[in-house]
């Protein structure tokens, strides 16, 4: 409405006047800032498998998203584990399914205080082949007793994450299908 507005040199309340009395809907100001950064439409246009391995990566994904992900961020698409395979495999899931640009990805890492934070990160870095600058700071956790974490958790907990929410929907709305059978 303000770009609108600005056009025809009136007020924006003009233009919400004339929209309400024609039931022209109004975007929410999200929608509006999101198709101002993406003028050709949607960026994710979800590409569907067509090979026996395309649908073992998209089964795979989108359960790991559905047993795994972070579904309480409703801004990004988000999962965690100390596993790099698992890492790996969503990132292609992201990648190949969704067009998601490698190096718009980000990473956490949580580790506990007795795990050296360089050591973590170099190890990371090069396990999902990604740049240290996708990286946030790492969260450090102070460590308890010694447990049988040390075998699992060496280098930490790793979490890929992407801020998008149409994409964060796409995939929530494939796990809905999924769950309706």
């Not at 067509?50 to 998209?58: A, Q």
């Not at 495999?89 to 990648?95: E, N, R, T, V, W």
């Not at 795990?115 to 790492?138: E, R, T």
């Not at 308890?144 to 998008?164: D, E, H, L, P």
Request: aromatic content about 12%.
């Amino acid at each position: 409405m303000m770009q609108i507005s600005k056009r025809l040199g009136c007020s924006h309340h003009k233009v919400a006047y004339w929209m309400s009395e024609y039931n022209i809907m109004r975007r929410s100001q999200s929608e509006a800032i999101y198709l101002m950064h993406n003028p050709s439409g949607d960026p994710f246009k979800t590409k569907q498998p067509k090979t026996p391995e395309e649908y073992v990566l998209f089964g795979l994904g989108v359960g790991l998203y559905w047993g795994e992900g972070t579904k309480s961020d409703r801004n990004a698409v988000r999962l965690g584990n100390t596993d790099p395979a698992i890492i790996k495999s969503f990132m292609s899931f992201l990648i190949q399914f969704y067009g998601v640009d490698k190096s718009r990805l980000k990473f956490g890492l949580q580790i506990f205080s007795d795990i050296n934070p360089a050591d973590a990160l170099n190890y990371w870095i090069k396990m999902l082949g990604v740049k240290k600058s996708q990286f946030y700071q790492p969260v450090v956790t102070r460590s308890g007793s010694i447990g049988t974490y040390r075998r699992k958790n060496k280098y930490g907990v790793a979490t890929i994450r992407f801020g998008n929410t149409k994409l964060r929907d796409k995939i929530m709305e494939q796990i809905a299908d999924i769950a309706q059978g």
